[in-house]
């Protein structure tokens, strides 16, 4: 079986502005893959595809480590490490973030709840949104929690309520507006936080001659399901067309879908990557891979469920 480790935040989080951002600390980052790669044959990505194409056999079942969103510490700290150890990471990138130093509202969101008390965030947040909508407003209560706990299993119930509200139900030029505005409030300067978040073009080659693998993740980091098919394609395309513009050429280029439940990509965006030449695409969904497996649909686990998630004290992830 092929087992896909993914991350998000690592870093040492006490030593951080945000000591309440849900991730892996740095040091139960090392032990961890430390472990697994005492457990497992540690694939990499052309290993992992070919197994999953039934080219490969491995002595041991396999295990890739996968990192999402692009962030800083993924040069800065994780790739130091892998390097190390002879491991390559799979590490997935938003490129509006590189590109235009953006921060996209799933992350605003993120700081924002770690930066203030999550009543008073939430209040001040729906308080915003009565103003300008107050219909769109009524919907916060409506938001079916068995879905949301099954979205965001690591929250309380009401972290994961507002989550899935602010990331699937809201109409996204009115979520925006208002945690753009928020978030200048609170945090300061979008720009200046970007640049300090998120890898940029230069770190992305440096862990390409590091022995690491860029993927895609979108442009604009949003459910690919909400996209018109106009929008999915000028998404895709352009997220494509940077990570040619600007990085080392790869044999094999991944995806990963933003949020990946099964339910929030479209079968056309399947269909699309391929033609984009990407070689495979990695969800949310849980679970090991065997041979025959779709390659745009292979499933991963949580850090804090890796198989040697009693041995760290890692905290799970959004």
Known sequence: MLHIVMYHYVRDLERTRYPRIKGMLLSDFEQQVRSLAGDFEMASLETALSYLAGRYRPRRELCLLTFDDGLKEHYKQVTPILSDLGIQGIFHVVTACL?????????MNHF???ALDFDEYRRAFLDRLGELDPA???QASQVNPDVARQTYAWDTLEVALFKYFFN???D?????AIVGRLFERYI??????AEELYLSWEDARAMQAAGMSIGGHTHRHRPLASLTSEELH???ETSTELLHRHL???ALWPFCYPYGKRDSFPAEAMGLLERLGFACAFTTEKGPNAPGQNLFTIGRVDCKTAPVYAATGARGVA
Request: aromatic share 8%; glycine share 2%.
């Open 99 to 107: 590109e235009d130093r953006v921060v996209v509202p799933v992350h």
């Open 112 to 114: 924002l709840m770690a």
């Open 136 to 138: 769109a407003w009524a």
């Open 168 to 170: 699937f139900n809201l």
């Open 172 to 176: 996204p030029s009115l979520r925006d």
């Open 188 to 193: 300061g300067s979008e720009r200046a936080f």
């Open 234 to 236: 000028a998404d895709l």
């Open 248 to 250: 080392a050429p790869q």
